[in-house]
């Protein structure tokens, strides 16, 4: 049984689905915020054969906010990329997101017509999913986001490879996840075999903005083109 929370769907404005795209939202938050948020800021964020989706977080003990309960995708020992990930809880969520993945396959939409990304917390949980959990997505995004230092995920693509492209987005400003981690996220998965992009979003703090998701909606059409 998932331990997921609410799926919320933005469908495919034309008559045939043959793509999808997973957005994860960042700690704390819910998939409908991340919805909601998303069309706030770029109303055309629709696809005419692409449906996006918007899963919720799993409500578990969060560390960071001193073991309270959370919408998170796993636990974090620190907002910081020196600290340990947790394998236990990403394990926990690699069974429910590997599950996601395999109800969009049986309903006819093969991974590699699936991109994953996210924001903050969202955008690591896509980079597990696509460089650990599912290697033939067709792409991963990751807006404000980072992996920790000495990541599970660099360990595998040194054995493994990779050929999912990347692109990264980071605001300047970020007070939270520093941009710096996010450029070294980027730069260590580059010397494991990343092929991507790294755009910095200028005046930008911890936040989506409307560039940044023109950029992403931009690269999604590329990526995945009519059928």
């Known amino acids: 049984m998932s331990r997921l929370g609410a799926l919320n769907i933005t469908k ?5 689905h043959t793509a999808t795209v997973i957005f994860f939202h960042g700690s704390g938050a819910a998939g409908d915020h991340m919805k909601e ?32 309960m959370s919408n998170v995708w796993f636990d974090r020992l620190g907002i910081n990329p020196r600290a340990p990930e947790v394998l236990e809880s990403l394990a926990q969520i690699e069974v429910d997101i590997k599950n996601l993945l395999k109800s969009e396959n049986e ?36 807006f404000s986001s980072f992996l920790n230092d000495n990541s599970v995920v660099y360990e595998e693509l040194k054995d493994s490879g990779t ?38 979003m200028e005046k930008l703090g911890h936040s989506l903005n409307k560039r940044g998701l023109n950029i992403i909606k931009d690269w999604i059409d590329k990526l995945l083109p009519e059928i």
């Not at 495919?12 to 045939?16: D, R």
């Not at 996220?185 to 991507?196: A, D, I, N, P, R």
């Open 163 to 200: 050929k999912v492209p990347l692109l990264q987005i980071h605001g300047d400003s970020d007070d939270l996840v520093n941009l710096a981690w996010g450029e070294a996220t980027f730069k260590e998965l580059k010397s494991v075999g990343v092929q991507g992009n790294f755009h910095i």
């Open 12 to 16: 495919n404005s034309g008559a045939k």
């Open 107 to 142: 309903a006819g939409i093969p991974s590699s017509r699936i991109i994953v990304g996210g924001f903050s917390m969202g955008g690591a949980l896509a980079l597990h999913t696509a460089y650990r959990w599912d290697p033939n997505v067709a792409g991963v995004f990751a």
């Open 37 to 68: 948020w998303v069309h706030l800021l770029a109303k055309n964020f629709v696809f005419p054969h692409i449906k996006i989706l918007y899963p919720t977080a799993p409500l578990q003990p969060y560390t960071p906010a001193g073991g309270l």
